[in-house]
T-cell receptor
Framework: LAKTTQPISMDSYEGQEVNITCSHNNIATNDYITWYQQFPSQGPRFIIQ???TKVTNEVASLFIPADRKSSTLSLPRVSLSDTAVYYC????????????FGAGTRLFVKA | DAGVTQSPTHLIKTRGQQVTLRCSPK?????VSWYQQALGQGPQFIFQ???????QRGNFPDRFSGHQFPNYSSELNVNALLLGDSALYLC??????????????FGPGTRLTVT
């Protein structure tokens, strides 16, 4: 099972770009990388998913180097409402026992 | 289009009792997964239901059981409650259980407190 390692917490200020890096050295060939966001007392919310190179949607960008042993979630111009826990998941799909949620990265956005 | 709904929102039980939590998946989804999230930790996978059968199971004891109904809704049952079962229980739905990657939609969760 591919284990992920993320920073425990990060601080930022409103309007800044935030990059959260996740390490997954044992990623398998058929594994995808998925990021979720979770606010207190709410269920996680899907942000973005990718397999290689770069993926961008209206919320974030995901950068994956050629060796796929790490990935970086990029949040452009964060606001106070982006304060949340961000989880990096690696697995063949985004559900089931093969997909493990770690402790996540707690992002604090300050005014 | 209703998202994933869960009931009840909060629940307080006594050690040794039994509890049933309920989940209705997002419209168009037929696969339901249940997770347990202890305070300060990430969600831990309990099991997944598809076509009314348990398809995958995480590292949880048999005290945790579930059911999926023909309308794709699901129940999570926990018997002989322990203090350590206190957690946020999350239900997630998706359009299919395996194959190409897909995103899960999570409900707001049920906060279970065991005293």
């Amino acid at each position: 099972l591919a284990k992920t390692t993320q920073p425990i917490s990060m601080d930022s200020y409103e309007g800044q770009e935030v990059n959260i890096t996740c390490s997954h050295n044992n990623i398998a060939t058929n594994d995808y990388i998925t990021w979720y966001q979770q606010f207190p007392s709410q269920g996680p919310r899907f942000i973005i998913q990718g397999y290689k190179t770069k993926v961008t949607n209206e919320v974030a960008s995901l950068f994956i180097p050629a060796d796929r042993k790490s990935s970086t979630l990029s949040l452009p111009r964060v606001s106070l409402s982006d304060t949340a826990v961000y989880y990096c998941l690696v697995g063949p799909n985004t559900g089931g026992f093969k997909t493990i949620f770690g402790a996540g990265t707690r992002l604090f956005v300050k005014a | 289009d209703a998202g994933v709904t869960q009931s009840p929102t909060h629940l307080i039980k006594t050690r040794g009792q039994q509890v049933t939590l309920r989940c209705s998946p997002k419209s168009g989804h037929d696969t339901v997964s249940w997770y347990q999230q202890a305070l300060g930790q990430g969600p831990q996978f309990i099991f997944q239901y598809y076509e009314e059968e348990e398809r995958q199971r995480g590292n949880f004891p048999d005290r945790f059981s579930g059911h999926q109904f023909p309308n794709y809704s699901s129940e999570l049952n926990v018997n002989a409650l322990l203090l350590g079962d206190s957690a946020l229980y999350l239900c997630a739905s998706s359009p299919r259980p395996d194959g190409l990657p897909y995103e899960q939609y999570f409900g707001p969760g049920t906060r279970l407190t065991v005293t």
